[in-house]
């Protein structure tokens, strides 16, 4: 079974540019998560999809960061524009359903803002 | 709201001995429970879970224990060897999937 890929792995941006990140999660799973680990940090959850739809953004800027899973398979989050704080790990996971299931977790994607 | 927390940030054990890593949540009503690892430069892999209707899960060297009394669950690895090596976290595994701070656990040779 193929598990949830990211893209790309790394990423070095200035402050104020704009960057994206894809996710593809593993086939059939309904619920796709992004998470912000900055270091030294617990993953913090940024959004959480049920199929295409929004369940959960509470803790998304949403001045600079926005989301989007079309047709209820990938995702883009997108950050513009960057700032330096915005230098993290940015992780996406998946699972079968929103709860009592395991999520799945992809390497990542490493973002730099100089 | 919902937070989990760990007890300890590092954690140093020789190889060949245990280790136990500690966890607290806040929510009473939090019922599912994942313990996670996470080596460098890789996302969280998952090590083993536990539902509220039970208090002692095993797996392969590892076994988690869960006290709904006080909201405290901890994570035990047997005969640690240097691949257990990395940054553990619980999760609480209800409508979201909330992760605590992590503990980074050395095994020294």
């Known amino acids: 079974e193929a598990g949830v890929a990211q893209s790309p792995r790394y990423k070095i941006i200035e402050k104020r540019q704009s960057v994206a990140f894809w996710c593809n999660p593993i086939?059939?799973?309904?619920?796709l998560y992004w998470y912000q680990q900055i270091l030294g940090q617990g993953p913090k959850l940024l959004i959480q999809?049920?199929?295409?739809?929004?369940?959960?953004d509470s803790q998304l800027p949403k001045d600079r960061f926005s989301a989007e899973r079309l047709k209820g398979v990938d995702s883009t989050l997108k950050i513009q524009p960057a700032k330096l704080e915005d230098s993290a790990v940015y992780l996406c996971?998946?699972?079968?359903?929103?709860?009592?299931?395991?999520?799945?977790f992809g390497q990542g994607t490493r973002l730099t803002v100089v | 709201g919902e937070s989990v927390g760990l007890h300890l940030p590092t954690l140093s054990v020789q190889e060949g001995d245990n280790s136990i890593i500690n966890c607290a949540y806040s929510?009473?009503?939090?019922?599912?429970f994942i313990w996670y690892k996470q080596e460098s430069g890789k996302g969280p892999q998952f090590i083993i879970d536990?539902?509220?209707?039970?208090d002692k899960r095993q797996g392969q060297r590892v076994t988690v224990l869960l006290n709904k009394t006080v909201k405290h669950l901890s994570l035990q690895i047997a005969a640690t060897q240097p691949g257990d090596s990395a940054v553990y976290f619980c999760?609480?595994?209800?409508?979201?999937?909330?992760f605590g701070q992590g503990t980074e656990l050395s095994v020294k040779p």
């Open positions: 999809f049920q199929n295409n739809g929004v369940v959960d």
């Open positions: 999760a609480d595994r209800g409508g979201k999937l909330i």
């Open positions: 929510n009473s009503a939090s019922d599912y």
């Open positions: 996971a998946s699972s079968p359903s929103r709860q009592n299931t395991e999520a799945f």
């Open positions: 086939s059939g799973h309904a619920t």
């Open positions: 536990i539902r509220s209707n039970m």
